[in-house]
Nanobody, 115 residues
């Protein structure tokens, strides 16, 4: 099986920064893609940023220029650097891994942007 553990969430003031980490462990084979999604209560889960095994990235329009996704393949870890955070970025952030056409999710980490 595959386990994903996120960390780095918390409370930050508007304009501040956070760095999320997601470590994958278990039966890790060839990873197709890893990424970050977020979900507010009562809303659908939405893509924030994703990176393929080839290094291609995709960002939600709302975070372009503020968030940066990166990976450390040796550590099976994906990061999300979040700068200039806004109150509307408040959500639970989930890590997703796609491997052999299967999707795995982490348990989520809360990010709250508030003064």
């Amino acid at each position: 099986q595959v386990q994903l553990v996120e960390s780095g969430g918390g409370l930050v003031q508007p304009g501040g920064s956070l760095r999320l980490s997601c470590v994958a462990s278990g039966s890790i084979l060839r990873i197709n893609a890893m990424g970050w999604y977020r979900q507010d209560p009562g809303k659908q889960r939405e893509l924030v940023a994703a990176m393929t095994s080839g290094g291609s990235t995709n960002y939600a329009d709302s975070v372009k220029g503020r968030f940066t996704i990166s990976r450390d393949n040796a550590k099976n870890t994906v990061y999300l650097q979040m700068d200039n955070l806004k109150p509307e970025d408040t959500a639970v952030y989930y890590c997703k891994l796609v491997m052999a056409n299967l999707a795995y999710w982490g348990q989520g980490t809360q990010v709250t942007v508030s003064s």
